[in-house]
């Protein structure tokens, strides 16, 4: 069954047609990657599914209803969270704190309740501190919520950003580009990670990625966009044979991705 | 002219110096003497200017006789284009372009010498004192440094606000003999400044060599007598807080007050700013509408309500909240400096709106409102400044503890996500709407508190008490005190309300002043006299705070 469905989904900067009539349809609980050549609207594509972006036609569902007007704060209630490409933590703030900003839409603490604490603030305070940790723990920082967040090693910022992510409670986890500037070791750890994420929390994952060795690695199903049409979609097998995305990468020069896919 | 900084750091000062004589800053100071016949406070002014600039080079030099020969040339460079103000004057009569440039000025420039050589003699050869003073002070070991500087600054202090300190002394027993020996004439005594040069001197190096010891040594108490001696702490603070008008006298005590209506202004403006990022300058307008509210409530002159100023409250309160937020909504799309002019235009417009003729007949236009009467309690009345300070010190505490319980809650956290990253705030399930709202209406309601106390602590409202500078000088105070640190508010509004007030005669200079202590701050200590710790790590790249030490090792594998 899919949860998020896109029908005819447009959005244009200007003239510029960055998704045109796109759909897409992510299944429950699957890992479903994005994929596509420099400026094919893979991020756009994000950015309109979690509200940034007001989409000038077709329409998105979650659940079968439409997210089309609502904003980022009111979808990522709805259960899709996301992270960034370029990590966009609050830096200055420490793990603890980035996670605990996390959990806000699930808390309750009004201006009184927090002034006088109540019993009622002081146990969800309480709750969501035990949460914020079991979070950090579950993204292997424990111990390290103290830290301020952009004195943290690259990979553990990009799993704080994670973390954070889960912290919402989504039922959809948007990932993009979370192998971004990682090693082979790092980001075959990242693979395991994103599974072991998908089954120990039965979530959807929605991923760009460059990395073909991570996409072709933990992909159930590839959506390949170009010009931001689709232009493929199917298992990473399936995809990988397809003439027409070998001729997106290849025509344009990208061969140095050939390898990878290979 | 690198290789020889001293040139350039003497020419710089000198230029400095000089501008701070014509302008008449060294004579308005010389009214006062920190050492009674030696030293004024203008001679002082210019010394303290010209040490701290001799030793710049020195100090990048890094000591040595390269140092020092910087240092000195610099101090002699300083004061030899005093010397040549001192000589064109006797040729040109520079008062015709220099108001300020008076002959009193020359006198203090040559030393009060009659004859106009020995003078600049003098001149000099305090230029190159200075200059090995500072020259040596780079190179002394780090704790002496501390030491003189802190025992220096307090004479240097206690002379100049004799007019504060001596009256309180001379009425406490035991206290008016230390006054006697400290303070003779217009300023301290020989023996007095250096005994207390000497005793402060003697408290900074214990506490220096010391203090770590200690404060470990309450760190490893049990925590059952570490909470009894914060108890205690806490305890003797308040008691000290609760005497201190009857200790300061009436004068004193209504600076006090000035001081505690600044800090509930800046801790209001502190949410705006401090927690949540976003740069109010109109901030003055929520003063003005919890002053009005009280003044239209509870005037008999007005006499539309004739309610007293428990029942005012409230409604000024929420007057001033529901104006923040109104102020709010229209801006709420935009960010730093062009909501930053937005809101200075709503300051304006409140006071405009208020000195209107349409309005007149309620708001009393610039008359103003009078006869606003005092506060009762129980039967109490806040009439004078000293009863008034209680009323003033409880709204601080009251706001103190909202601001502080709110920094650290759901709400405090929303404000420093999107002061951090609004867009990722947003995607966190921050709705910005309510979340800045919220932000504009507790910092404008700690506001009109202030207002509503003010209002009833001068008896009358009118529209001129309500201009852009009272909104810059609480942004200035939050920013010396340090931008969202509590604590830091109550030091700025200390240091930049307090103080001005303590030497009023030099009224004319504070803008001047408060320039300087800004442009220096920013260079010397951007975080603020207290910082907040999230700012500090804003500021200092990729420093860690000292107690994190154990956390900065992985940080140095990044990336």
């Known amino acids: ?262 | 002219m690198n290789r020889f900084p001293g040139i350039k750091y003497g020419l710089i000062g000198g230029v400095c110096l000089v501008i701070l004589s014509i302008i008449g800053m060294v004579e308005a100071f010389n009214q006062r003497e920190i050492v009674s016949e030696v030293i004024s406070m203008g001679q002082a002014l210019l010394l303290t200017a010209a040490a701290f600039i001799a030793y710049l080079p020195a100090a990048r030099a890094g000591g040595g006789t390269r140092g020092l020969a910087a240092s000195v040339s610099s101090g002699l460079i300083m004061m030899a284009m005093l010397a040549l103000l001192v000589l064109l004057s006797t040729v040109v009569n520079l008062r015709q372009v220099f108001i300020n440039a008076s002959p009193g000025l020359f006198q203090i420039l040559k030393f009060q010498q009659e004859d106009l050589w020995v003078g600049i003699g003098l001149l000099l050869l305090a230029g190159g004192l200075t200059g090995l003073t500072a020259g040596l002070l780079v190179m002394t070991p780090d704790l002496l440094r501390r030491v003189v500087i802190a025992a220096l600054t307090t004479v240097v202090m206690v002379g100049t606000l004799q007019d504060t300190i001596s009256p309180i002394f001379a009425e406490w027993g035991p206290l008016a003999d230390i006054n006697d020996l400290l303070y003779e004439g217009n300023g301290l005594s020989i023996p007095g400044a250096l005994g207390l040069f000497i005793a402060v001197a003697a408290a900074a190096a214990a506490w220096i060599l010391k203090g770590q010891a200690i404060k470990g040594r309450v760190q490893s108490l049990p925590p059952v007598s570490r909470r009894r001696l914060n108890m205690a702490l806490v305890l003797l603070g308040g008691f000290v807080l609760l005497v201190l008008p009857h200790i300061l006298g009436l004068f004193l005590s209504e600076v006090l007050t000035i001081i505690g209506l600044y800090i509930m202004l800046g801790l209001g403006l502190n949410i705006i700013i401090g927690f949540s990022g976003m740069l109010d300058l109109g901030h003055v307008a929520y003063f003005a509408i919890g002053s009005y509210t009280i003044a239209i409530l509870t005037s008999p002159e007005l006499g539309f309500f004739n309610w007293n100023f428990w029942q005012a409250l409230p409604v000024a309160i929420a007057a001033g909240a529901v104006t923040g937020v109104l102020i709010c909504t229209p801006v709420l799309k935009m960010r730093g400096d062009y909501l930053a002019i937005a809101t200075l235009g709503f300051g304006e417009i409140i006071r405009l709106f208020v000195l209107s003729d349409f309005l007149r007949p309620w708001l009393g236009g610039a008359q103003g409102i009078g006869k606003i009467p005092k506060v009762e309690l129980f039967g109490f009345e806040f009439g004078t400044p000293q009863q008034v300070y209680y009323l003033i010190l409880a709204g601080c505490l009251l706001i103190g503890f909202i601001a502080w319980r709110l920094r650290d809650s759901r709400l405090g956290r929303s404000w420093m996500a999107v002061r951090e990253d609004e867009d990722v705030a947003q995607a966190m399930g921050i709705n910005l709407v309510s979340t800045k709202l919220k932000a504009f209406a507790v910092g404008a309601g700690f506001s009109a508190l202030s207002g509503a106390i003010f209002a009833t602590k001068l008896g009358s409202v009118y529209p001129h008490s309500f201009n852009i500078m009272i909104s810059i000088n609480i942004l200035c105070v939050i920013i010396v005190g340090g931008i969202g640190s509590i604590p830091g508010v109550v030091v700025g509004a200390a240091a930049l309300v307090g103080l001005p007030e303590l030497l009023r005669e030099f009224a004319e200079y504070r803008l001047l002043v408060y320039g300087a202590v800004l442009v220096a701050m920013m260079l010397l200590k951007p975080e603020g006299l207290w910082p907040e710790v999230t700012h500090k790590r804003e500021l200092h790249e990729s420093e860690n705070d000292s107690g994190e030490t154990t956390a900065a090792e992985p940080a140095r594998n990044k990336a």
């Open chain 1, 1 to 262: 069954m899919a949860v998020i469905t896109t029908q005819q989904l447009t959005k244009q900067f200007g003239g510029l047609v960055a998704i045109d009539k796109l759909d897409l349809d992510v299944k429950e609980q699957s890992i479903h990657s994005v994929i596509g050549p420099n400026g094919a609207g893979k991020t756009t594509v994000f950015n309109c599914i979690t509200g940034f972006y007001r989409p000038e036609g077709g329409d998105i569902l979650l659940d079968e209803r439409s997210l089309v007007g609502l904003l980022p704060d009111q979808i990522v209630r709805r259960g899709i969270a996301r992270t960034y490409q370029n990590i966009r933590l609050f830096q200055n703030l420490t793990a603890l704190e980035n996670i605990l900003v996390g959990l806000h839409g699930h808390l309750k603490a009004g201006f009184f309740g927090i002034v006088l604490r109540s019993p009622a603030t002081r146990r969800e305070e309480k709750e969501s501190a035990e949460e914020a940790s079991r979070l950090l723990k579950f993204v292997n920082l424990g111990g390290k919520g103290d830290m301020i967040a952009k004195n943290l090693p690259y990979g553990d910022q990009r799993r704080l950003e994670i973390a954070r992510a889960l912290a919402t409670r989504p039922k959809v986890l948007c990932l993009d580009e979370p192998a971004a500037g990682m090693n082979p070791k790092e980001s075959q750890d990242l693979m395991d990670f994103i599974r072991h994420l998908r089954d120990a929390l039965g979530i959807t994952i929605l991923l760009i990625e460059h990395q073909m060795r991570v996409v072709m690695g933990i992909s159930e199903i590839v959506t390949v966009l170009d010009y931001g049409k689709k232009i493929a979609e199917g298992t990473p097998a399936e995809v990988q044979r397809n003439p027409q995305v070998i001729e997106a990468y290849l025509g344009r020069g990208s061969a140095a991705q050939q390898p990878h896919a290979a």
